[in-house]
Nanobody
């Protein structure tokens, strides 16, 4: 059974950076597409970025393009989300999710496995 654990969240000032990690155990990530999602209270979970399992193709929500970068290190069984130029509206709980698939998407219903989330707060 695949298990995911996020880390790297915290409090950062606007314009700052954070790198989130999604560490997997119980299975290797090589064959899983991975997505990063975020959610604020009262709103639906939003797809932020994802990376495919085969050719590492990436997708980004328009709101984070040019600021966030997703990457994977299969040797470490970990996926990362580098977040730069953070804005207050990036404040949310960030989740990573996985699905046994070649391609990735931004619909939460496509994913079978979820981490517990890590809080990101962007505030001065």
């Amino acid at each position: 059974q695949l298990q995911l654990v996020e880390s790297g969240g915290g409090l950062v000032q606007p314009g700052g950076s954070l790198r989130l990690s999604c560490a997997a155990s119980g299975s290797i990530l090589d064959y899983y597409a991975i997505g990063w999602f975020r959610q604020v209270p009262g709103k639906e979970r939003e797809g932020v970025s994802c990376i495919s399992s085969t050719d590492d193709r990436t997708k980004y929500a328009d709101s984070v393009k040019g600021r966030f970068t997703i990457s994977r290190d299969n040797a470490k069984n970990t996926v990362y989300l580098q977040m730069n130029s953070l804005k207050p509206e990036d404040t949310a709980i960030y989740y990573c999710a996985a699905v046994l698939s070649w391609v990735c998407g931004h619909e939460s219903r496509e994913y079978n496995y979820w981490g517990q989330g890590t809080q990101v707060t962007v505030s001065s």
